[in-house]
């Protein structure tokens, strides 16, 4: 799976590129889906029945599954972008949010900085879990212990990560909050995509008209962060991070080992 993750992560770095205002969700779509066809891979969000784009990007207070569409980039815009890639077979999925800057309004921009890093936190802190956990549902209990800790802030619970593989939504769930059940073991084999959903404000969401964006019912923003990662003999392995995740894993005192 590693080169459907490095490849996941290369269309993603694309986008993170090309996105400033004036720039738009379509033109960004367009180059996420050209990276992956010629690394020979096929976006996978477009195996999802009724999907056609490559990338779900999320403005605001939309969350996730946000359709690309020609409305441009704004200055302040907190944009969420999600994507994937299928690549001989198997699946990465990833996920990153920005803030785009805004001389006129400071205070939002920061407040709107401060949800994307506790949203990228959440998700190191989850994978930091993953790397010393015994079963899988230890991972959301660090996420929303963590997150607590940080202030006011709500977890998304009406969606949750995922095993990924041959599908790129696969068993088992993956929690970002605490349950009562304790999940699969974990061992060499299990590949999950970690996606810590964190708003602003409260968690309820509703789905516009277009059938796929889930917004907040309260309108307060939202990030979104997202990797796959692998568990291997060695031990755990950051697919959709080009340097396995040894950056945002030094600060845990764990470093990735690269697989095989
Ligand atoms: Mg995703
Ligand atoms: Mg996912």
């Given at each position: 799976?590693?080169?459907?993750?490095?490849?996941?992560a290369?269309?993603?770095?694309?986008?993170?590129?090309?996105?400033?205002?004036?720039?738009?969700?379509?033109?960004?779509?367009?180059?996420?889906?050209?990276?992956?066809?010629?690394?020979?891979?096929?976006?996978?969000?477009?195996?999802?029945p009724?999907?056609?784009?490559?990338l779900?990007?999320?403005?605001?207070?939309?969350?996730?599954?946000?359709?690309?569409?020609?409305?441009?980039?704004?200055?302040?815009?907190?944009?969420?972008?999600?994507?994937?890639?299928?690549?001989?077979?198997?699946?990465?999925?990833?996920?990153?949010?920005?803030v785009l800057?805004d001389?006129?309004?400071?205070?939002?921009?920061?407040?709107?900085?401060?949800?994307?890093?506790?949203?990228e936190?959440?998700?190191?802190?989850?994978?930091?879990?993953?790397?010393?956990?015994s079963?899988?549902?230890?991972?959301?209990?660090?996420?929303?212990?963590?997150?607590?800790?940080?202030?006011?802030y709500?977890?998304?619970?009406?969606?949750?990560?995922?095993?990924?593989?041959?599908s790129?939504?696969?068993?088992p769930?993956?929690?970002?909050y605490?349950?009562d059940?304790?999940?699969?073991?974990?061992?060499?084999?299990?590949?999950?995509?970690?996606?810590?959903m964190?708003?602003?404000?409260?968690i309820?969401?509703?789905?516009r008209?277009d059938?796929?964006?889930?917004?907040?019912?309260?309108?307060?923003?939202?990030?979104?962060?997202?990797?796959?990662?692998?568990?291997?003999?060695?031990?755990?392995?950051?697919?959709t991070?080009?340097?396995?995740?040894?950056?945002?894993?030094?600060?845990?005192?764990?470093?990735?080992?690269?697989?095989?």
């Open positions: 799976m590693r080169a459907a993750g490095e490849l996941t290369a269309a993603l770095a694309e986008t993170r590129r090309l996105l400033a205002p004036g720039a738009t969700p379509l033109e960004l779509d367009a180059a996420a889906e050209r990276v992956i066809r010629d690394g020979g891979g096929i976006p996978n969000f477009q195996l999802v009724g999907y056609r784009h490559t779900c990007v999320s403005v605001d207070d939309d969350v996730v599954h946000g359709i690309p569409g020609d409305r441009p980039f704004r200055a302040g815009d907190i944009v969420s972008v999600d994507g994937g890639a299928e690549l001989d077979g198997w699946n990465g999925d990833s996920a990153f949010t920005v800057p001389v006129a309004r400071p205070d939002v921009v920061a407040s709107r900085e401060e949800l994307s890093r506790v949203t936190q959440a998700l190191w802190v989850g994978i930091a879990a993953l790397a010393r956990a079963h899988l549902n230890d991972v959301g209990a660090e996420i929303e212990d963590f997150v607590r800790g940080e202030g006011a709500g977890i998304l619970t009406d969606y949750v990560g995922h095993g990924i593989g041959r790129m939504h696969e068993e769930p993956v929690f970002n605490r349950v059940r304790r999940g699969p073991a974990v061992k060499p084999g299990l590949v999950v995509a970690i996606e810590p964190i708003v602003a404000g409260s309820d969401t509703f789905t008209d059938d796929w964006t889930v917004t907040t019912s309260d309108g307060a923003d939202a990030a979104h962060w997202e990797h796959s990662v692998a568990v291997h003999a060695g031990g755990i392995w950051v697919l991070a080009p340097d396995g995740g040894a950056a945002g894993l030094a600060p845990f005192g764990i470093r990735p080992a690269p697989i095989g």
